[in-house]
């Protein structure tokens, strides 16, 4: 008896989950959304936060917005451009901290993974997928000096536990140098990279053999190389961004990254660059290692790298380091690493870059864009500390946090998103697609203006 109540009890309460999944599924399906079905959206959507996913979020919310627009709940995209459930626009200068490259949803990119998909969506795991050889080859033709194979992930944080396995692998050594403000993931393996001691913190020990130098300081990182040899802990490799991303857009002293790369040769050490948030196009380079005219052992890539439609990631090495994974190549796997629809956006993302020549259109709107914002900024040098990048990843430093939350809020407030750093909270970062209008500039540039003006000491 007690069964059948209980059975009855499970079938209604199915019953109510499946006519909750057909609610989602219609409005997924939509095209435009009612007044009443917003007003619905949002409802779930901040009881779901609060409730299942974390409220963490929506205290966070709260102190990065006016009013009560913590709640704007985000819907659509396109271009430079997404828009939230009310319909209301953002020129997106935060792009998911530089996924947009080729702006959201480039239609050849959407193009070729709807086609894939209508295909093969995903791998067998055991037969040779063609896309992963196929985007290998092309990787290896658009990367820096001899990198040439190729191991996919789907994350920067993988990208990164992949560097350091092959490194560890290849060298068989355990000790690696990475530097202050570095961010490479939050995987145990990557956080042992990652600097900020917040982060950190709650999980140590991580990996044994992490130390980190200042980033730019090179005589630190002599002297960290000369110590690691003398107690016998010889250096695998040197991880680190050639422009510092969510440290708050630290571009390398003069000849750094050159002189760190003749430390590694010196030593036998291996170095890494991770170009998750720098690469595909961003600095005005398809690789910010063309800009410093260094070549890495292995060059990690995420973010942009599914073109903004598709999580993907890549390492690419050199045959010499690589080859480690040879003899047998299950070492280090993912499943859905390198999966088909992935490899789809990836091929397709690259070639947009290069026939729109998007990494050049990133060094020269960058240029206009940094010169517009340090123009907006003359006269508040009481707020503003400095504006530094490169192509389209720029940062504007603040004296204090406060101010940074202040201008991000205004901005907000008047449809531009910009984004905070994990790492340095006082610097905003300004990461649009590649593919954002000078009209769109100029927009963001005036509200910056504006609401620098506004912003109380
Ligand atoms: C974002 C980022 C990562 C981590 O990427 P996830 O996809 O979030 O794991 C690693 N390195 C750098 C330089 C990044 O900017």
């Known amino acids: 008896?007690?069964?059948?109540?209980?059975?009855?009890?499970?079938?209604?309460?199915?019953?109510?989950?499946?006519?909750?999944?057909?609610?989602?599924?219609?409005?997924?399906?939509?095209?435009?959304?009612?007044?009443?079905?917003?007003?619905?959206?949002?409802?779930?959507?901040?009881?779901?936060?609060?409730?299942?996913?974390?409220?963490?979020?929506?205290?966070?919310?709260?102190?990065?917005?006016?009013?009560?627009?913590?709640?704007?709940?985000?819907?659509?995209?396109?271009?430079?451009?997404?828009k939230d459930?009310?319909?209301?626009?953002?020129?997106?200068?935060?792009?998911?901290?530089?996924?947009?490259?080729?702006?959201?949803?480039?239609?050849?990119?959407?193009?070729?993974?709807?086609?894939?998909?209508?295909?093969?969506?995903?791998?067998?795991?055991?037969?040779?997928?063609?896309l992963r050889a196929m985007l290998a080859k092309i990787l290896a033709d658009?990367?820096?000096?001899?990198?040439?194979?190729?191991?996919?992930?789907?994350?920067?944080?993988?990208?990164?536990e992949a560097a350091l396995k092959l490194a560890k692998m290849y060298s068989e050594r355990t000790t690696f140098i990475s530097t202050t403000r570095a961010f490479h993931g939050k995987s145990l393996g990557s956080l042992s990279g990652t600097a900020k001691g917040m982060f950190r913190k709650p999980f140590l020990p991580l990996i044994p053999g992490f130390r980190h130098v200042p980033f730019g300081d090179i005589d630190m990182m002599k002297k960290t190389f000369e110590v690691c040899a003398s107690v016998g802990e010889d250096v695998a490799a040197v991880i680190l961004e050639p422009i510092q991303?969510?440290?708050g857009i630290i571009l390398p002293p003069e000849n750094y990254l050159k002189q760190v790369r003749e430390l590694c040769d010196q030593y036998g050490s291996l170095l890494i660059f991770d170009e998750v948030q720098t690469g595909m196009g961003r600095t005005g380079k398809m690789f910010a290692a063309e800009l410093y005219d260094v070549v890495p052992d292995i060059i990690c890539?995420?973010?942009?790298?599914?073109?903004g439609v598709m999580p993907a990631g890549a390492i690419v090495a050199r045959e010499e380091v690589f080859k480690s994974w040879f003899p047998n190549p299950f070492m280090h796997t993912t499943t859905f690493?390198?999966?088909?629809?992935?490899?789809?956006?990836?091929?397709?993302?690259?070639?947009?870059?290069?026939?729109e020549n998007l990494p050049e259109r990133a060094a020269v709107v960058g240029e206009y864009f940094l010169k517009q914002l340090k123009e907006?900024?003359?006269?508040?040098?009481?707020k503003v500390v400095e504006i530094?990048?490169?192509?389209?990843?720029?940062?504007?430093?603040?004296?204090?946090?406060?101010?940074?939350?202040?201008?991000?809020?205004?901005?907000?407030?008047?449809?531009?998103?910009?984004?905070?750093?994990?790492?340095?909270?006082?610097?905003?970062?300004?990461?649009?697609?590649?593919?954002?209008?000078?009209?769109?500039?100029?927009?963001?540039?005036?509200?910056?203006?504006?609401?620098?003006?506004?912003?109380?000491?």
Not at 438 to 444: G, L, N, P, T
């Open 301 to 307: 890539l995420a973010k942009a790298f599914g073109g």
């Open 85 to 130: 459930v009310n319909g209301k626009e953002y020129i997106d200068c935060l792009g998911g901290f530089g996924i947009y490259n080729v702006g959201h949803r480039n239609p050849k990119v959407v193009k070729a993974v709807t086609d894939q998909l209508k295909r093969q969506a995903l791998h067998s795991q055991d037969l040779l997928d063609p």
């Open 1 to 82: 008896m007690s069964i059948d109540i209980n059975q009855e009890l499970k079938s209604k309460h199915n019953q109510n989950v499946s006519e909750y999944i057909n609610k989602v599924l219609s409005l997924v399906e939509k095209e435009q959304v009612t007044a009443e079905d917003a007003a619905w959206i949002t409802k779930e959507t901040v009881d779901g936060f609060r409730e299942h996913v974390n409220p963490g979020f929506l205290a966070y919310r709260k102190t990065v917005t006016k009013d009560g627009q913590f709640a704007a709940v985000e819907w659509s995209d396109n271009g430079s451009c997404f």
């Open 337 to 355: 690493g390198g999966n088909p629809l992935a490899c789809a956006a990836a091929i397709a993302t690259i070639g947009v870059l290069i026939e």
């Open 245 to 247: 991303g969510e440290g």
């Open 376 to 382: 907006a900024a003359a006269g508040h040098e009481d």
């Open 388 to 457: 530094r990048g490169q192509g389209l990843m720029i940062g504007i430093e603040f004296h204090q946090d406060e101010i940074g939350y202040e201008v991000s809020k205004g901005m907000f407030d008047r449809g531009v998103l910009v984004a905070g750093t994990l790492i340095n909270s006082k610097t905003i970062r300004i990461e649009p697609a590649l593919t954002i209008s000078y009209e769109e500039v100029d927009k963001v540039v005036n509200t910056f203006k504006q609401v620098l003006e506004l912003v109380q000491e």
């Open 142 to 160: 658009i990367t820096p000096g001899d990198l040439k194979y190729a191991f996919f992930t789907n994350s920067g944080t993988e990208s990164v």
